[in-house]
């Protein structure tokens, strides 16, 4: 588990951490950005790398949650898992319109397929 | 629905607050039900979660927090990664301000305005933006905002005590949520193959780091190397172009 630094540590801990390590490095951009708007060119390249860079770490954070995942999650099979994601992906890259159907169908998948597995247990 | 030049503010902010209730509210809202769901795995209390949309607003931020402290990463790292995962507003709101922008408008408003860029309300606020009369654009999109945000905080609220209610399969459902929300809205972001390659080598460089580091770095240093690797193709493949 993530240990709370010891000198701030109580029960307001997880409202300091919010604050601290989710809040903050989000924000900071926004304020960044209203700070230096007139002198930030919107389509500069270093703009476009890490907007590449973002893209594969949240790719990533998608699939760790796949790979190794929270809770009630891990009890069903990886490959159900992977099934889920991949029946939403091969949609939207379809249509990239159909968003919302394509995570509609992931979710039949891996909850049809849950209980499916329930009951032939 | 197309707002009239001669009408008040609160009419304006009424007919924001109807347009996001259209569709992207419950968009938006139905993708973080799946952040209350990993708050509650990861113990935290149920007004951090709410606070982090209302705070954070930002789902992948709210995600990598709360997944990483599931998977007990150091605090520095997920500061990081939350960081350079949220590094993207910075260009998107440079892009938007300009549309929001009035003479004599104070920075506090200003940095208001900021507060609610994240993906959905960037996208529609540039595309409904031009079409309304500048002095009413404001109105507009905090009221399109707001609305996003109340059906959000809503969402991540009943995703916490959903998880725990539910049967298995269903839990599993709306934890997995949030990776399914998170790829198909990457996916339907991407513009060119520089996009692809940044989430294919996402999907597959993290696992990988995962077992070699650990500690929550890993998911840095995949999307750096994915992300570059994706950036120096798409480079490459411009010039020849």
Redesign the interface.
């Known amino acids: 588990m993530t240990q709370p630094i010891p000198l701030l540590d109580g029960p307001f801990w997880p409202y300091l951490a919010l604050l601290l390590f989710a809040f903050l490095p989000t924000e900071i951009w926004r304020w960044l950005a209203v700070a230096f708007a007139r002198r930030i060119n919107a389509d500069s390249p270093a703009l476009e790398w890490v907007r590449a860079v973002a893209t594969a770490l949240l790719a990533g954070v998608v699939a760790k949650l796949i790979i190794a995942p929270p809770g009630a999650l891990a009890a069903l099979p990886l490959s159900l898992r992977v099934g889920a994601l991949a029946a939403t992906l091969a949609i939207v890259l379809f249509d990239r319109r159909r968003v919302f159907l394509a995570v509609l169908v992931g979710e039949a998948v891996l909850i049809g397929g849950g209980w499916m597995l329930s009951q032939a247990a | 629905m197309s707002v009239s030049a001669d009408w008040s503010w609160q009419r304006t902010t009424l007919a924001g607050i109807r347009d996001a209730l259209s569709l992207p509210a419950w ?1 938006v809202g ?1 993708g973080l039900v799946g952040v209350g ?2 708050a509650r ?2 113990g ?2 149920v ?2 979660a709410v ?2 949309t209302m ?4 789902g ?6 709360f ?9 520095s790292a ?18 938007i ?2 549309l929001l922008r009035r003479p004599g408008q104070g ?1 506090a408003m ?2 208001l305005l ?2 609610y ?1 994240a993906v959905t309300a960037w996208t529609e606020g540039l595309r409904r933006l031009p079409g309304i009369a500048p002095h009413q654009r404001v109105a507009y999109f905090l009221g399109f905002a707001n609305a996003c945000m109340m059906v959000s905080a809503a969402g991540t609220y009943a995703g916490y005590y959903l ?1 725990g209610a539910l049967p ?6 709306l ?16 513009r060119h193959r ?2 692809l390659i ?10 990988i780091f ?1 077992r070699l580091m650990g500690s929550g770095f890993d ?2 240093v ?7 690797i ?2 120096a193709v ?2 490459i493949g411009a010039r020849r172009v």
């Open positions: 968009v139905f769901s990993l795995d990861v935290y209390p007004d951090v606070l982090s705070l954070v607003w930002a992948p931020s709210q995600v990598i927090f997944a990483s402290i599931a998977a007990g990463a150091a605090w997920i500061a990081l990664a939350i960081g350079f995962a949220s590094l993207r507003f910075l260009p998107m709101t440079v892009a301000l300009p920075i200003q940095l900021a507060h860029v998880v298995l399969p269903l839990a599993a459902g934890l997995c949520l949030t990776p399914i929300f998170f790829l198909a809205s990457i996916a339907a972001g991407i520089g996009d940044a989430m294919g080598l996402g999907l597959a460089l993290a696992p995962d998911l840095i995949s999307g750096l190397i994915g992300g570059s994706a950036f798409r480079l």
